[in-house]
């Protein structure tokens, strides 16, 4: 039997988005008899039990009813539900709020003190008797988070409440997920209590009460009061920036770490809500340890023809694109355009070198919606696009990614996979030296400038500006335990900043997302070296045999490895103008034969680990190329040839 036969002529039509009553979809409850699956019996049942905020140790059960009554959840891991807990009603809606036509209450029951990575068996209980029962028993049931491999769908643009919608929902709740993302458009049109209630739970429960769902809000949502009933109706992870509550959080799964971010706060109306958003975003990716990242919202950064002209998708490309990149986020799932398009793997939106790490960006808008369209010609930054209704399911297993995206239509009922993709973890790195960042010596001190070379040591990065990241290119650098600031990353070079106050042997530790290597390094008080290029003019023109110095002339030497300064600075802080921090040791500036002591020498403002010796030429020096050094505590640095022009007469 064609599991869509009752199905047929259900629902909408493209976008015809007519006010339905909240329980229009009957046809809906008989198509997933037709899949096997239980109806919920009519009486008060609003929305079914749905599983939120899932966590290793933690879940929460929500749950509406008509009734204000006394409630529970009943669990346990052998099925005896020996164990309960008091549910409370955290809101009643009236007709006139939700537009649904009778009040009703919503329940929710969290359960804390979970056992990581178990299986567990509940039932919703309300005024007594069970609430919404169904005759099979692992009909409620959940596992925790925990060690080894699992499994997530996604979908998006779903809720219209057509024909492709049931189709796509019917092969989904085959499915045996250990959760859900839904990277919104969630309830069209609008995203009303109303629209939640026909177009999202009435579709999905049977899945929502065994998978916890965690979504994020589309531009439709945001049609009724910035998205209230989507938060309303949701219980999302609680570690967002308190202001802005179920609008962005983060949680962790086995090895993946998942960023679930709401772009319609890119929007011009909301800057202040953007500014925290990002801030919270920078520093959930840079602490995040976990070796998978993948990041989830909806309008894509990405866009190939329906949304070109989309602010908010260029903000995404603009402002969230170039902070998961930095920090290594290796798949971004989007929405918006109701198609399917997969990316190579990019750095600033162009495809990396073969074998070089890059972020994949899935545009997964086909969960119901009316499609649109592709290009003819493949772009160059994609690997794959369909126009077709789908969703993903995802698998992984330790440092293996398995993303199958599932095509679901009429000629397709029971699902038929049309791409495929393996992502693999990068392995660990491995150091082959530490050496000082402008003379590329092994000599290192305190506060210096160093390279850190090796093999699988970040992916290709560059700091966006101060302060210094202390992640960048998906890695960390340590000294002894302490973060350093990170300059510059790529596969096999890292450029950083050693502290101020470091010395003796010491470990350096680069961590990427695969694991660590270390080194022991040795910090000496001072090792001065000057950039190939640090000899200046006052107006910044590198001295050179077409540029000489002048006798009486100031130059400016740009070097590192001076050591302490009369002052304390935070790791990636900037070293400021006021006041100047001067180097603590005295230094001299060797030019041939004459040693002059320099007008300046310590941090060179706007910059980290740069030091800057402002010295006057001789006026007494001869026309020639001159070898010139700085010492610090008897110290040479390495030498530069500078050419002496002829004093003026």
């Keep these: 039997m064609n599991l869509l036969q009752p199905c047929r002529g259900l629902g909408s039509r493209g976008h015809s988005f007519a006010r339905r009553p909240i329980f229009r979809p009957l046809g809906v409850v008989l198509c997933l008899l037709a899949a096997g699956l239980q109806s919920l019996p009519a009486a008060t ?10 966590g290793a140790d933690h879940v929460t059960v929500v749950w509406a009813a008509k009734e204000n009554q006394a409630a529970s959840v009943q669990y346990s891991t052998d099925g005896s539900f020996s164990k309960s807990v008091a549910a409370r009603v955290v809101r009643t809606f009236s007709s006139s709020e939700t537009d649904i036509g009778f009040t009703f209450s919503q329940y929710r029951a969290d359960l804390t003190g979970l056992a990581p990575g178990t299986a567990y068996s509940y039932r919703v209980i309300v005024g007594g ?36 919608q049931i189709a796509v929902a019917l092969q989904m709740v085959k499915e045996q997920p250990n959760f859900v993302l839904h990277v919104g458009d969630i309830a069209y049109q609008s995203g009303t209590f109303a629209e939640f209630s026909s177009n999202y739970f009435a579709y999905y429960f049977t899945l929502m009460r065994r998978a916890g769902f965690f979504p994020v809000a589309g531009n439709h949502e945001y049609y009724t009061q910035d998205s209230a009933p989507y938060l309303a109706l949701s219980v999302l992870p609680d570690n967002g920036v308190p202001e802005d509550p179920g609008r962005y959080y983060s949680f962790d799964w086995g090895n993946v770490h998942f960023v679930g971010l709401d772009a319609n ?50 903000a995404a490309r603009n402002l969230l694109v170039p902070i998961l ?34 972020t994949v960006y899935i545009t997964t808008g086909g969960g119901g919606g009316e499609l649109h369209p592709v290009l003819d010609t ?32 009429s000629v397709n009922p029971n699902g038929k996979e049309f791409d495929h993709l393996v992502i693999t ?60 600031a990170i300059t510059f990353s790529s596969p096999a070079q890292i450029n950083a900043a ?97 040693q002059v002591s320099p007008d300046f020498a310590g941090l060179a403002p706007g910059f980290v680990g740069l030091y800057q010796v402002n010295v006057a030429v001789p006026q007494d020096l001869a026309a020639k190329t001159y070898p010139l050094q700085v010492m610090v505590k008897g110290n040479l640095s390495n030498s530069l040839n500078i050419p002496v022009q002829p004093r003026n007469p």
Excluded: C
Excluded at 140 to 149: D, E, N
Excluded at 383 to 405: F, K, W
Excluded at 533 to 544: F, K, M, P
């Design 45 to 54: 049942v609003v929305n079914a039990p749905y599983l939120q905020n899932l």
């Design 129 to 164: 008797q069970p609430f919404a029962p169904v005759s099979d028993t692992t009909a409620y049931r959940f596992s925790t988070p925990g060690p080894g491999p699992f499994s997530f769908l996604v979908y998006g643009d779903s809720g219209d409440g057509s024909n492709r």
């Design 265 to 314: 706060l890119l929007d011009a109306p909301f800057p202040l809500a953007q500014a925290r958003m990002l801030a919270w975003m920078e520093n959930d990716l840079a602490t995040s340890q976990a070796p998978w990242k993948i990041a989830f919202w909806h309008q894509t950064p990405y866009p190939l023809e329906h949304h070109l002209d989309d602010p908010i998708d260029t």
């Design 325 to 358: 990149e930095r920090h290594g986020v290796q798949l971004v799932l989007t929405g918006h355009e109701h198609n399917y398009t997969r990316s190579k793997a990019l750095r600033a939106g162009v495809p990396v070198a073969q074998g070089a790490a890059g």
């Design 378 to 409: 493949l772009p160059a930054f994609l690997e794959y696009q369909a126009s077709v209704n789908h969703y993903l399911r995802i698998e992984v297993a330790g440092p293996v990614l398995t993303i199958h995206s599932i095509q679901v239509d």
């Design 425 to 484: 973890l990068p392995r660990p790195p491995v150091l082959s030296g530490v050496v000082n960042g402008a003379s590329f010596l092994p000599s290192l001190a305190t506060g210096e400038l160093v390279s850190i070379f090796g093999q699988s040591l970040a992916t290709d990065s560059q700091a966006p500006g101060f302060p210094l990241p202390l992640s960048l290119g998906g890695s960390t650098v340590t000294l002894n335990g302490t973060p350093m």
């Design 498 to 594: 050693l502290p101020l106050d470091a010395v003796g042997t010491s470990t350096l530790r680069v961590t990427n997302s695969a694991g660590f290597a270390e080194a022991q390094v040795s910090i000496n008080d001072s090792a001065p070296a000057i950039f190939a290029t640090g000899i200046t003019h006052a107006g910044g023109a590198a001295v050179s045999a077409a540029a000489p110095a002048a006798p009486g002339e100031t130059l400016t030497i740009y070097m590192t490895g001076l050591g302490q300064v009369d002052g304390k600075l935070a790791a990636g802080q900037a070293a400021p103008s006021t006041p100047l921090l001067h180097v603590l040791a005295p230094v001299l500036v060797q030019i041939g034969t004459a």
